[in-house]
């Protein structure tokens, strides 16, 4: 007897619990069905309002087919139209040089030799590391290449690297007098250099494996083949696009 | 006297507890109307701004007086949008700095440098804007036929990827630190411009290989949808037009949209081609 009393017990609290459960469960469905509700309705929401602004702009643009009694105006203004189009790509046409002109991407150290509207060659390079170099609050150097058109200032066959202080300053070492002649060093910049002004230069390089790579202090490195063919191509004066 | 107090106490108590029954729906009901107002607000937005493009033709009588009506003829359509990106491109070769060129009738987006074009790539996918591209020949002309400068710009990648060292004590610590090209971390390229008479273009890399690249994007367009949403609330809360921007949405290789941002400077002007 006292068993069986057990037992009720048992199965009414086993009945409260599942009671309990439906509730909860009951009423997880309702909060899950109201969230529901309010997302259907804001997606139906953005819908309409996608739906109405196209109604609207199709309403608003809905307009009658212009009435030209003469064919012949509207042919008139074909051929006239047609003609400004050939003048204007003339125009521009004449914008592109018709000699060798040289085009830098820094951002994938690339360079592409053109001349006039074809290409001629497309190889790797280096340029800029834009490593902003701090000596102390008083000096900094930033090496990064300048963007923009440029000319060819100058060109010269085995050229002498003259250290600049930040050459110093960068591998710490004090930095010598103007002219000592540790400022001079031969055959780092290979056989040719192509200046354009500002101190940058178009050079060679004894670090080739780094070609392709944002490494230098500004100026433009090319590997040996390239640099004999830039500088036979480019004269002084031609252009050099840096992007 | 006394009697209408009574009875105007007696509605004023019967109104008020009409209210206290019904809190919950009045509220729901307020709510859906200030929603459906809003979406109402937002959804004519578009005619707003075209209104606006039609009011800057007005303004310009010497370009009314010198624009053919022949022009907005259907049959020249192409060739009128056609002329007004080659005027744009004409004036652009004026400028000294790097310039940008988007031209969907060809899919290509260029660089140029007074009127040379130094770097070009091509567009994977593009959706254009839907006022934009149903926009009349007269206004296409007045808003296209120059280039549009850019109003502002933001990006997932850095203008210029600059690493600051400091100098080197010695020849050792220097040679620790030579040669480390800390400017080839790639991150996940998104960009956003916003030019003149407030349209907007979204660049997108076209490849998002990896969860991060998926996850930039996500944050990128969020940005973007947040900023409208704001911006659209605080319009309608003033009891002001709503804004709308007409949006194209470019998608290109990574490499070309890092070397297009890092090229074209802050001030830049950008020639559209919308003929499609």
């Known amino acids: 007897m006292n068993n069986l009393a057990k037992l009720k017990q048992a199965f009414k609290s086993i009945r409260v619990k599942s009671l309990i459960d439906y509730i909860k469960y009951n009423k997880q469905i309702q909060l899950f069905g109201k969230i529901s509700s309010v997302v259907i309705i804001i997606v139906c929401l953005f819908l309409f309002t996608i739906l109405l602004q196209k109604i609207l702009i199709s309403i608003k643009f809905h307009e009658k087919v212009l009435a030209i009694d003469q064919q012949d105006e509207l042919l008139k203004a074909q051929n006239g139209l047609e003609k400004e189009l050939k003048a204007l790509d003339k125009k521009l046409a004449s914008k592109t040089p018709r000699s060798y002109y040289l085009v830098i991407n820094s951002a994938s150290n690339e360079f592409t030799l053109h001349k006039g509207t074809q290409t001629i060659k497309k190889d790797k390079c280096s340029t800029g590391s834009y490593i902003l170099l701090k000596n102390g609050d008083q000096q900094q150097w930033m090496f990064k290449t300048p963007k923009g058109e440029f000319r060819i200032q100058g060109k010269t066959t085995s050229p002498v690297w003259k250290k600049p202080d930040w050459a110093f300053v960068e591998e710490g070492i004090p930095v010598p007098s103007a002219n000592h002649f540790s400022r001079f060093e031969y055959g780092v910049l290979g056989d040719y250099a192509l200046n354009l002004g500002q101190g940058y230069l178009i050079h060679g390089t004894l670090y080739q494996r780094f070609l392709g790579l944002p490494v230098t202090h500004g100026c433009i490195r090319l590997n040996d083949e390239n640099l004999e063919l830039i500088y036979n191509s480019l004269s002084v004066g031609s252009k050099v696009y840096i992007y | ?276």
């Open chain 2, 1 to 276: 006297m006394k009697l209408n107090l009574f009875r105007s106490l007696h509605e004023w108590q019967l109104i008020s507890s009409f209210f206290v029954i019904n809190k919950f729906k009045i509220l729901k009901s307020a709510g859906l109307i200030i929603l459906l107002t809003f979406v109402i607000h937002v959804g004519v937005s578009p005619l707003h701004k075209i209104n606006e493009f039609k009011r800057l033709v007005r303004a310009d009588s010497l370009f009314v007086e010198q624009y053919d009506s022949v022009y907005n003829h259907p049959d020249l359509e192409s060739l009128v949008k056609e002329s007004s990106y080659k005027q744009a491109l004409l004036k652009l070769s004026e400028q000294d700095s790097i310039q940008l060129i988007i031209n969907l009738h060809d899919s290509i987006v260029c660089l140029s440098i007074k009127g040379v074009i130094i770097h070009e790539t091509h567009i994977n996918n593009f959706k254009d804007d839907k006022v934009l591209k149903k926009l009349p020949n007269m206004e296409y002309v007045k808003l296209f036929s120059q280039a549009l400068k850019i109003q502002s710009q933001w990006a997932t990648i850095v203008k210029e990827p600059i690493v600051v060292r400091n100098a080197p004590k010695d020849t050792a610590e220097a040679a620790l630190n030579a040669y480390q090209p800390d400017t080839l971390i790639q991150k996940p390229a998104f960009m956003k411009l916003e030019l003149d008479h407030g349209i907007h273009i979204i660049f997108e890399q076209d490849l998002n290989p990896t969860f991060k690249h998926k996850f930039v994007r996500f944050i990128f367009k969020a940005k973007i949808n947040v900023k409208n949403i704001y911006k659209e609330i605080f319009h309608f809360i003033r009891f002001q037009k709503s804004e709308y921007n007409p949006t194209i949405v470019i998608k290109m290789p990574a490499d070309d949209l890092r070397a297009i941002y890092r090229a074209f400077p802050t001030n830049a002007y950008v020639v559209l081609n919308i003929n499609t």
